[in-house]
């Protein structure tokens, strides 16, 4: 009998760990907030790369004119709705990480507990489409022949796919009655070349050629599409076999010399150069030959052409302009002129254009024969030169490039342009007296280019230059480029990796331009350089520059103020970060200002296009009109902000977050806003109007060019311009307030493209109805170019379009006695909305003259004929989305409601019934059409949907109603909705239905290209509880097939799935099989039978059904003489997971069975074989039940494998088999390949198999008692079994908690007791990682017998061994030659282990010949030696008497060592390796040492990079220098040592770092972070002469050291390596991290002064003495400062603000940024 408080013990535990495993779930979210941040843009970047991969693809089959796959096209819309997704993601996540709570003493814990789980949720969902895509092979397949147009005067006209898309836009342009005049522009068709070329080639261009075939295609990709290119190459070589010819064609397009190709039409040359002749403007001619000098391809930016444009002669000006906006004009207005003459083309903005490749040949030609131009590209070595000598302009691109010449003799060169960014063999070093013999430059455009540590001297010389772009350049010194102050006037260092601008910048004080964009490194402007440039026009500073200083009576300023940009009266262009809205100065003006990106207040800037302003965290009223000026003001008065008659007029982006105002802007600041094109407001919290009246006439105002406009977290947000009228009564009545929408007649938004509305909880109606576009004035209204809508998180929102009194009362005069509402509202536009998060929704429109008592989500009373996406989530009050009245039907399709959507997604909306709701008068109809006999042929019809997903819908009973069903069933899917167009369907938690559809509605053989659902190509259905069957039976179906075939039972009526590649079933509790059937002629029900067929199937997934037992009886399955024509036969993925009682995956067939048993008489065969020939990846998991994949009852065998001769993979690349408890035997080895047949026979296309926690495994192949049977008799006395299994491709192997695996291969003709896990009966060639993990049984992993002939694991690279307790070693010597290649070994929790490697014994001698034996690895960069209590040595000989001699070894490539629970002698003989050259070291849990780097030691740690230990509980001091020789004629130890990274931790004996001052003994130049944890007897780090030398340290964590008083001792002596003024500087410390000093003072004893120019973060928390930093002076910029959970204060000086209010205990403590630096493996990443 049971202890009853046993019984209460065990549900309390349950419960408890139920409740601790939610909890903890969401505490986890909240603590890896920024972990699951960082993931989340990690997965976005992993699959943007893989979509560039698939694009290129795409991009070259379109070359090739072959139409792309739909899956790829639908992946990649998929991918880019993703990624886009992530960047709407993180772009909302600033404000709201950052929002405070507990009156902004902490961050808002809820945002972040919600955008952590987003983050989570985001980023499983794009790896599992990364994953997706990962499996696509080819993109493409051949477009069928286009039709020629036989056209009288066009007999050559080629009609390809891409004139059929311009034909038919032409067609679309003439339907539309306002067209007036229809032009064809461009430079022809490009994505149809090669079906041109192909033709005038001529059909020698054989496929059966490859390499034929293959330069045709590169010679036609270098025409870039170009008809007349394509017609002209293709001309010349026609009939032309000769690969000679084929190359020097090719070779020549390379090298832009298309005129010089054998036989090419001249015309195409002359066309060209005529439309290059015929222009008018000499600028237009120089812009042409301008844009040849980049590289092809390449986006140009008008930016760098207005620049040329300025340096003088290249672009030839025909004038002279004064200033820089002169100048773009002009530019802009060229380069509309070429691109109206098809010379230049479009690029993705407006800001660029690109130049095509033939086009560009020419121009290169035009430019070298006529203007003496230089163009090479990818060249390896400098031109001769006689080749450039006489040169005016010369542009060269370095490819594998060693060296300049020394000298430049060039002297007629004005502008020279080096692009060395793919140049890789490095380093590229420029001559100091290259340019010396180029002194009239006048353009100098440098990138990539390798100029350290100084620039050239000779550079200094070019007295005329005018401009110097030094972008992507890696940058030392530039002082000397004050020499260039008398013309330079453009200074470009973009993207370049300068750090300091130099004090000598200053005297260039003819600079007109200076750009410092994306220069991340750069953190020092000294004070005065700005403000010395005053004739500046555009100022482009990075966006990760934070160090402005504010002026400061109280202290020196030593980096830029925002102060110095105010003489800086020329500014027409503006770039810049202002991280403190306290620095701008009071008089911010900028009288010109016209291009800007300017952002004030964020953390962490999101940059923006030109006319760009980002505010944030700024609580000032009216703060546009605090920045920028008062707008009503005269242009001559001056004041705060920016100037505003020109500012206002050219802001095209506003980003307002989290700043305290009730109004954004006022109507006369809003009127003058004639360029915004994108307003975003987020996380305002008292924002109650974006336009407010105070103080101002209400009038009526316009944005003409507004497109995007987001509103988001705006709790008091009640209209977008409240009316005087409104503010004044809502004040005082809240049901006023209550009917107010967010946007009525005093704001118009013609050309609103996005609206975007998320969490503005007060808002009860989006707009009122009389506002909005109607039939009649759809194209011209407010709001009439809406083509995105998305609503989410408005909780009071009852209607998204309100209704009208006026209009209503009209109607209802209008119809008497008829109510009807014809005032329809009308989106044309409108192709994407999205509902999400709305609990009061009621009704898209709101009416008060309906005629039916149930209102659907939409009506009649709104129209959206363009809508493509509708996205509808949590509406949890809606019951239905349609009635069937307002649908379109077959009849009216292209017109009706829904007539263009292609997307569809409904979920957590509670009460919805159905998605399309019955219609009372039509059902009426149809019962009095049909008398007696109920028929409902109302068809609902979604002619173009592509995607629908149903998810969450827990009381969905269908997907139409009807109160006329003549059965009892209802499935969810019936014949009155039609779907022809319809490719993926996903079904998520609908609880209610019990069938998906009923068989007579699905496509049958005859039907299946044009039947509802005849698309459906990747169908998902998920956690639907009652589901029975995927597709019902029909009772008349089964009525006929009973009459028809009397007392024989015969179900053929066939479901079929024509282009059905995916299948997913998830989670079905109650799922039986996938077609039902009453009819059955057996008892055993299958997953799958005859009644459906999936001749495209390619991926079958089934989760948790666990009422299966077998997937398919072996009728139905392909044969190997069918395979690839059958059902299942494209089948390349397959997963089984979690199905309990599953028990075959192919089950038997009685009929096949019985034949078998009276064909073979007494000898029982089986060999009806089922065959997969496509499939690739098997898995197998969770699977308690399961006996075998195929099932047989004439087996010849008692023993059963798990694979036997009935199933057939001969594509078979990945089987992972987990947790299958039953299986004894994965193969019996005669159906197994053997060298001979290995890489044909079933699994030998297998390159990785994972087998983990089958408990009673005990070989991987088994026996096969005929075969040893036959060894015994043929050997006779003496036992060999050879047969061999061989694994011919195999790469990965990974066995894990198998408790009873005995050996891989199973032999009853064994020699020996003592059984290793592999020996010579297997072999494998291709095996480079193997993993063994938990083999309790294995005492050996490779039999001492193998010779090094059997080679059987010469890859392998990678040897993982952990908990295996019967090992006594890991790598016999028999095998050494084996693992040559090796690259990782890992060897953990092996308790009984004594050395890695075991020599042979030697009983004489052992020692001297450990002396004389030298063991490499010469591949190996990684190992971990982990727990291995015994571990005597790495490599050595082991005697009988069981003594352990170690032996050298070598480790040439060895760069991470991690060694944990070990003895001293282990670590000697691993650090003694010759060539050891280590830059991770990490040492864990070894008691028996007192110091952990000896003498010894350090010389061998030459290279470490990181420095981790951990537990030495013994340790004293980190580096003991007693013994050091040390001196005059030594090797200076300083060299000897070059960590960056040290970390100790919980070493509780250790004093000191080092046991003597280690001052010239010890270079520790190299230590940029240092992290402490755990010390208590540490009393201080170092003294301040040691401190000195710390030049390159830039993080500092120390925590939980009890003793420690302060961090820098005082010296004892020398006092000689301090300065007079006794400052100690750290130049690079950036973070100081001080946590748990419980006896910390101050951060230095003695009086130094500090200098910490680089401070930006200091945290101190439980340090309860700390008084003052140091009785000294300190220089520190504002930096933020942390004493309690994640509040920060932005101090200057440390001294005034360190007896503040601390942390006192670790327990409220919140991880912080901070904690990186704590993490070893965050540590190990930086």
């Excluded at 925002?562 to 100065?585: G, K």
């Excluded at 009095?928 to 019809?941: I, L, P």
């Excluded at 402490?1572 to 964590?1597: E, H, M, Q, R």
């Excluded at 000294?1672 to 001294?1695: K, Y």
């Amino acid at each position: 009998m049971s202890n009853p408080l046993i019984v209460v013990d065990k549900i309390v535990e349950y419960f408890v760990g139920k409740v601790c495993q939610s909890v903890g779930r969401h505490v986890c979210f909240l603590f890896h907030y920024k972990r699951n941040v960082k993931n989340l843009d990690d997965e976005k970047n992993d699959i943007q790369q893989l979509r560039s991969n698939v694009q290129e693809k795409v991009v070259q089959a379109e070359h090739r004119g072959e139409a792309i796959d739909n899956d790829v096209s639908k992946w990649l819309q998929d991918a880019d709705k993703a990624s886009q997704e992530v960047d709407t993601f993180m772009a909302g996540k600033g404000g709201e990480e950052n929002m405070m709570c507990f009156n902004f003493s902490c961050p808002n814990f809820i945002s972040r507990y919600r955008l952590s789980k987003q983050a989570e949720k985001k980023a499983i969902s794009i790896k599992q489409l990364t994953e997706k895509g990962s499996q696509i092979g080819t993109v493409s397949h051949p477009r069928e022949d286009p039709p020629e147009l036989e056209l009288p005067s066009s007999r050559d006209y080629e009609a390809f796919h891409s004139r059929q898309k311009v034909f038919n836009d032409i067609v679309e342009a003439l339907k539309d009655s306002n067209v007036n005049m229809i032009g064809v522009y461009g430079t022809g068709g490009v994505e149809e070349a090669w079906n041109l070329f192909k033709k005038k080639v001529g059909n020698h261009v054989d496929p059966h050629d490859q390499s034929l075939r293959d330069i045709a295609w590169a010679v036609c990709k270098e025409c870039k599409g170009l008809p007349v290119a394509i017609d002209a190459v293709g001309a010349a070589l026609k009939d032309t076999s000769d690969m000679h010819a084929w190359n020097d064609a090719f070779h020549k397009l390379k090298n832009s010399k298309i005129k010089e190709i054998e036989g090419i039409d001249p015309e195409v040359y002359v066309s060209l150069k005529w439309s290059y002749d015929k222009l008018k403007s000499e600028d237009a001619k120089s812009c042409f030959l301008l844009c040849c000098l980049f590289a092809e391809d390449a986006e140009i930016s008008i930016d760098d052409l207005v620049r040329h444009y300025m340096a003088g002669r290249t672009l030839g000006r025909s004038q002279i302009l004064d200033t820089l906006k002169e100048a773009l004009d002009r530019v802009s207005t060229v380069v509309q002129t070429l691109k109206n003459c098809c010379l230049l083309l479009d690029g993705r903005h407006k800001h660029v254009v690109k130049m095509h490749d033939v086009v560009r040949d020419v121009a290169i030609s035009i430019a070298e024969d006529e203007k003496s131009f230089l163009v090479k590209h990818s060249v390896r070595y400098w031109p001769e030169k006689d080749s450039y000598k006489h040169c005016s302009v010369i542009s060269l691109m370095p490819h594998e490039m060693g060296e300049f010449p020394n000298e430049l003799v060039c002297p007629k060169l004005h502008t020279l342009r080096l692009d060395c960014t793919v140049n890789n063999k490095l380093p590229l070093h420029v001559p100091n007296m290259f340019f010396s013999g180029a002194k009239n430059l006048l353009a100098l455009d440098l990138i990539g280019v390798p100029l350290l540590p100084a620039l050239p001297i000779s550079l200094s010389k070019l007295a005329k230059l005018k401009m110097l772009c030094l972008n992507q350049c890696k940058l030392g010194n530039i002082a000397i480029l004050k020499n260039l102050k008398d013309h330079l006037e453009l200074l470009s260092l973009r993207d370049s990796d300068i750090k300091e601008l130099p004090p000598e910048v200053g005297e260039l004080t003819r600079l007109r331009l200076l750009d410092m964009r994306n220069c991340q490194l750069l953190e020092m402007i000294p004070r005065g350089v700005m403000s010395k440039l005053v004739l500046l026009e555009e100022l482009y500073m990075p966006m990760t520059f934070n160090r402005w200083e504010g002026t400061s009576v109280e202290r020196e300023i030593s980096n830029v103020s925002l102060d110095e940009l105010m003489s800086l009266t020329h500014l027409t262009t503006l770039h810049i970060w202002i991280e403190d809205p306290a620095l701008l100065p009071n008089r911010f003006s900028f009288e010109n200002l016209a291009r800007f990106i300017i952002i004030v207040g964020a953390t962490s800037p999101v940059l923006g296009s030109e006319g760009t302003l980002g505010l944030e965290n700024i609580h000032v009223e009216n703060v546009l009109e605090f920045l920028l000026g008062n707008p009503t003001r005269k242009q001559s008065t001056r004041g705060n902000g920016f100037y505003p008659s020109t500012f206002f007029n050219h802001l095209g982006t506003l980003r307002v977050t989290n700043c305290r105002l009730k109004y954004l802007f006022s109507p006369s600041c809003a009127r003058l806003l004639v360029q915004l094109e994108s307003l975003d407001i987020s996380n305002c919290s008292i924002m109650e109007g974006v336009i407010g009246t105070e103080g101002e006439n209400d009038e009526d105002i316009v944005f003409r060019r507004l497109k995007f406009l987001h509103l988001r977290h705006l709790a008091n947000l009640i209209s977008f311009y409240p009316k005087k009228s409104d503010t004044a009564t809502s004040s005082g009545s809240s049901s006023t307030h209550a009917q107010m929408a967010l946007f009525n007649d005093k704001a118009a938004f013609p050309a609103l493209e996005r609206l975007q509305i998320y969490d503005v909880p007060d808002i009860t109606e989006i707009w009122n109805k009389q506002i909005l576009p109607t039939l009649e004035t759809a194209t011209e209204s407010s709001f009439s170019q809406l083509s995105a809508m998305t609503i989410s998180g408005c909780g009071k929102l009852i209607n998204v379009v309100g209704g009208c009194p006026k209009i209503e009362a009209i109607e209802m005069e209008k119809q008497k006695g008829k109510v009807v509402d014809d005032y329809v509202t009308r989106f044309p536009k409108l192709t994407t909305l999205e509902l999400d998060d709305l609990p009061n929704l009621e009704s898209f429109c709101n009416s008060s003259v309906r005629c039916e008592g149930q209102v659907p989500l939409f009506d009649h009373q709104a129209t959206f004929p363009a809508l493509e996406r509708l996205e509808i989530c949590s509406v949890p009050e809606i019951t239905e989305i349609w009635n069937k009245q307002i649908l379109p039907i077959p009849e009216t399709t292209t017109e009706s409601f829904c007539c263009q959507l292609s997307e569809m997604a409904i979920s957590h909306c509670d009460k919805l019934v159905n998605v399309v709701g019955g219609c009372p008068k039509i059902e009426a109809m149809e019962m009095e059409k049909k008398k007696g006999k109920v028929v409902d042929d109302y068809v609902t019809r979604f002619p173009k949907l592509m995607t629908l997903e149903l998810s969450n819908l827990p009381n969905l009973e269908s997907f139409c109603n009807s109160s006329v069903r003549c059965e009892g069933q209802v499935p969810l899917f019936g014949h009155q909705a039609a779907f022809p167009a319809l490719e993926r369907l996903q079904i998520y938690y609908v609880p209610d239905i019990t069938e998906i559809w009923n068989k007579q509605i699905l496509p049958t053989l005859e039907t299946a290209t044009e039947s509802s659902f005849s698309q459906l190509s990747a169908m998902t259905i998920s956690g639907c509880g009652k589901l029975i069957n995927v597709v019902g039976g029909c009772p008349k179906i089964e009525a006929m097939e009973m009459e028809k075939q009397k007392g024989k039972v015969v179900d053929d009526y066939v479901t079929r799935f024509p282009k059905l590649t995916t299948l997913e079933l998830y989670n079905l509790p109650n799922f039986e099989s996938f077609c039902n059937n009453s009819v059955r002629c057996e008892g055993q029900v299958h997953l799958f039978d005859h009644q459906a067929v999936f001749l495209a199937l390619e991926r079958l997934e089934i989760y948790s059904l666990p009422e299966i037992t077998e997937i398919w009886n072996k009728q139905i399955f392909p044969i190997p003489e069918t395979a690839t024509e059958s059902s299942f036969s494209q089948l390349s993925k397959m997963t089984i997971v979690n199905c309990d009682k599953l028990m075959n995956v192919v089950g038997g067939c009685p009929k096949i069975e019985a034949i078998e048993m009276e064909k073979q008489k007494g000898k029982v065969v089986d060999d009806y074989v089922t065959c997969f020939p496509k499939l690739t990846t098997l898995e197998l998991k969770g699977l308690p039940n399961l006996e075998s994949f195929c099932s047989s009852s004439a087996r010849c065998e008692a023993q059963v494998p798990l694979f036997d001769h009935q199933a057939v993979f001969l594509a078979l690349e990945r089987l992972e088999i987990y947790s299958l408890p039953e299986i004894t035997e994965i193969w019996n080895k005669q159906i197994f390949p053997i060298p001979e047949t290995a890489t044909e026979s079933s699994f030998s296309q297998l390159s990785k198999m994972t087998i983990v926690n089958c408990d009673k495994l005990m070989n991987v192949v088994g026996g096969c008692p005929k075969i040893e049977a036959i060894e015994m008799e043929k050997q006779k006395g003496k036992v060999v079994d050879d047969y061999v299994t061989c694994f011919p491709k195999l790469t990965t192997l990974e066995l894990k908690g198998l408790p009873n695996l005995e050996s891989f291969c199973s032999s009853s003709a064994r020699c020996e007791a003592q059984v290793p896990l592999f020996d010579h009966q297997v072999a494998f060639p291709a095996l480079e990682r193997l993993d063994i993990r938990t083999l309790p049984n294995i005492t050996d992993i490779w039999d001492k017998k193998i010779r090094p002939a059997h080679q059987p694991f010469c890859p392998l690279h990678g040897l993982y061994v952990e908990d295996c307790g019967k090992f006594v070693y890991v790598v016999p010597s028999n095998m050494l030659p084996q693992l040559r290649n090796l690259k990782s070994l890992y060897v953990s929790s092996c308790p009984m282990v004594e050395v890695i490697v075991d020599l042979e014994k030697k009983e004489e001698g052992t020692q001297e010949a450990a002396n004389n034996t030298i063991v490499p690895f010469p591949q190996l960069s990684f190992m971990l030696l982990k727990r291995l209590q015994k571990l005597r040595g790495f490599c050595a000989f082991r005697s009988e008497e069981h003594r352990v001699v170690n032996t050298q070894v070598a480790f040439p490539k060895l760069k991470e060592l991690i060694v944990d629970t070990f003895r001293e002698i282990v670590l000697r003989q691993l650090t003694d390796a010759s060539e050891l050259s280590l830059k991770r070291l990490v040492l864990d849990k070894c008691d028996e040492v007192s110091t952990v780097v000896s003498p010894h030691l350090l010389r061998r740690l030459r290279f470490v990079d990181l420095l981790y230990v951990r537990s030495y509980r013994g340790a004293r001091d980190v580096f003991h220098f007693d013994g050091l020789e040390v001196g005059e004629g030594q090797v200076c130890v300083g060299q000897l040592t070059q960590v960056r990274k040290l970390y100790l931790e919980g070493m509780p004996q250790l004093t000191c770092l080092w046991n003597k001052d280690p001052h010239r003994l010890l270079g520790l130049q190299s230590l940029e972070y240092l992290t402490i944890k755990n010390c208590p007897l540490l009393a201080n780090l170092f003294t301040a002469s040691v401190a000195k030398a710390l030049g390159g340290l830039k993080v500092i964590y120390l925590i939980s050291c009890s003793t420690m008083e302060a961090i820098i001792a005082t010296d004892e002596g020398h006092t000689d390596v301090l300065d007079d003024d006794r400052e100690i500087v750290f130049p690079k410390l950036e973070w100081l991290i001080l946590k748990g000093l419980s006896n910390l003072k101050s951060f230095c004893t003695s009086n130094h002064n500090f200098n910490f120019p680089s401070l930006k973060r200091v945290v101190l928390k439980r340090c309860p003495k700390v008084q003052t930093f140091t009785s000294g002076s300190i220089r520190m910029p504002q930096i933020l400062l942390s004493t309690r959970a994640n509040v920060c204060l932005t101090i200057e000086d440390l001294n005034k603000h360190l007896k503040g209010d601390q942390e006192t205990t670790a327990e409220n403590e919140m991880f912080g940024d901070e904690e990186r630096f704590s993490d070893p493996y965050s540590l190990w990443e930086i």
